[in-house]
């Protein structure tokens, strides 16, 4: 899983993603490559489009741009440079040198704003950007060409917010520009950003990831819901996710939630599958809200006020790139690629090693099983126990065990992205797994069947070599029909598994070498089986692995 970006801080997790029902993810830089490019930028008189920026932006637009923000064009918040990549290095740096920045009110995720002050000749300019919405709400005129200024009334405010609206509905992220001049500063910030000059819309695009809609897809296929949490406007919001192909449902804001109690969200929780302007700490109680109907949850974050949502889920996933180091700390999980793909090839893996545990239970017990029946019922019918001891020891340590590990290796059935998340608090092993009883007998009775003929007719000594060929050997080659509870062997490719294939080529050499060299075989008590007897060893070995793939077609699917 690291290996693929995903690095698991807590091995527990590994479990609990198999079972996740709803993948609660970020938008920006998980669904999106989260590098922004400003496409069009609105003012009363124009549309801009970006192959003009540089010689069509009115001063003051550019002004804003450059002064609100922390970035250089090559380093900084993505969406910062984008507001001035256009621009040259040296126009970036005369500007901020000729407005000296003397206060800052930084973008938080409850004001979604930012606002700074500038020396303005013997004046301060306060410039600000943010979302629509809120921009607006603080401004009482607009700019409308070079000096001159008319009030924002109503009417016009609704007029941009469907502006807003149909850029939104075109996946673009729209932010709100807009500036002051005072003669002083004012102590309290909410002075500070009050009677603003609407400047206007800037609009920018973040390229859908290539893999993100493949991974929507897959998820949908493995009962699982993606629900997509964004601080976008949520017909942007709606926009992507319709084009990734999200399922249908509500779309519900951080305003929607504040008039909700609990136990109304968890009511309708089932039917959302956009969060759009959403305060990070509302992450929460959309976790609450799902674990309360029973849903295993997987949450992604970045920032320090992600950090409660993370801690809360079932799993935890915070971002290798761009996330806090407060995030990573409060996650199970960290993507070190920021990449939705990424999340939901991790969750599969989650199946696959789960499911790999379940093969390897049932394979042990399946073999352990029938070790106990074979001294069981032999000893019952009057038969001298038909292995001894250092045989036995043999078979648990080390004819058992590597095959096994091998199991765990398993690579994993193409069928796992079809079905869905096991059910919450399911035991490891279910009536699906009774196969381990089939198996077991089928064991103990080659097993006994090969020690009952031969010591008819040979030494004690050489009937139990028999037998601890035969159950080696079934077991062995049981080893590969466990690869699966549901596929043929054949339709799997009998050699797929490599760790598989060595260390079951590894245990055949020291299982011959306990036989055929001579030190080994007086060590075990073992005599050379004829060749005869050696033929029907082998086919009787065969016959467990036969039940294994014919119970596969007649069992009834879970």
Excluded at 477 to 497: Q, Y
Excluded at 542 to 552: G, M, N, Q
Aim: some cysteine; aromatic content about 8%; hydrophobic content about 40%.
């Amino acid at each position: 899983m690291a290996h693929r970006n995903a690095v698991v801080k807590n091995l527990p997790a590994v479990e609990t993603l198999g079972a996740v029902t709803h993948i609660c993810t970020d938008k920006t830089g998980t669904l999106t490559e989260n590098k922004m490019k400003l496409v069009k930028v609105y003012t009363e008189k124009m549309k801009i489009e970006e192959d003009l920026f540089q010689s069509s932006l009115p001063d003051e637009v550019k002004r804003t741009m450059i002064l609100c923000n922390d970035a250089t064009r090559k380093m900084g918040d993505p969406t910062e440079i984008a507001l001035i990549d256009w621009a040259d290095d040296r126009d970036i740096g005369e500007l901020r040198h000729k407005y000296q920045r003397l206060y800052e009110i930084p973008f938080t995720s409850e004001s979604k704003r930012m606002t700074t002050a500038h020396h303005f000749g013997g004046k301060y300019l306060i410039v600000t950007k943010g979302t629509s919405e809120i921009i607006l709400g603080l401004c009482n005129r607009e700019f409308i060409g070079k000096n001159v200024v008319e009030p924002l009334t109503e009417v016009r405010k609704k007029e941009i917010l469907k502006t807003v609206e149909n850029f939104a509905s075109d996946g673009l992220r729209v932010l709100a520009i807009a500036e002051r001049t005072i003669d002083s500063l004012p102590d309290k910030d909410e002075e500070i950003e009050k009677d603003l000059t609407f400047l206007g819309l800037v609009c920018l695009k973040d390229p859908l990831r290539e893999e993100a809609k493949k991974a929507v897809e897959e998820c949908r296929k493995a009962g699982i819901r993606p629900v997509m949490i964004t601080g976008y406007h949520q017909v942007t919001a709606y926009s992507i996710a319709t084009e990734l192909g999200f399922p249908e449902g509500e779309i519900i804001t951080s305003a929607d939630m504040n008039e909700m109690t609990d136990e109304k969200l968890t009511d309708v929780i089932e039917d959302i599958s956009i969060f759009a302007r959403i305060n990070p700490l509302d992450k929460l109680r959309i976790v609450e809200a799902f674990q309360k109907k029973g849903e295993i949850v997987a949450m992604t974050g970045d920032g320090v006020n992600d950090a409660p949502a993370l801690k809360k889920s079932d799993i935890g996933v915070s971002m290798g790139k761009i996330g806090t180091e407060v995030a990573k700390e409060a996650s199970d999980m960290v993507l070190m690629d920021d990449n939705f793909a990424t999340l939901v090839h991790a969750v599969f893996q989650g199946r696959i090693i789960y499911e790999n545990m379940r093969k390897f239970i049932v394979y042990l017990l399946s073999c352990n099983i029938a070790e106990v029946l074979v001294m069981f019922i032999s000893i019952i019918s009057g038969y001298p126990p038909p292995l001894l001891p250092l045989q036995l020891l043999w078979l648990n340590l080390v004819t058992d065990s590597f095959p096994a590990l091998a199991i765990g290796m398993e690579p994993g059935e193409k069928t796992v992205i079809n079905k869905p998340p096991r059910r919450k608090n399911e035991p490891i092993l279910t009536k699906y797994h009774y196969g381990i009883i089939t198996q077991s007998i089928a064991i103990t009775m080659v097993t006994l069947g090969a020690f009952f003929i031969a010591i008819r007719r040979v030494p004690l000594q050489e009937a139990r070599t028999i037998a601890y060929f035969t159950l080696v050997l079934s077991e062995l080659f049981r080893s590969f029909t466990a690869r699966s509870f549901e596929t043929s062997i054949f339709k799997l490719k009998v050699f797929s598994n490599k760790f598989l294939t060595y260390s079951t080529a590894l245990m055949i050499l020291l299982l011959l070498t306990s036989i055929y060299l001579t030190p080994f075989a007086k060590l075990f008590g073992n005599v050379r089986p004829t060749a005869t007897e050696f033929t029907y060893i082998i086919l009787l070995s065969i016959i467990p692995s036969i039940v294994s793939e014919i119970a596969k077609i007649i069992r009834p699917q879970d």
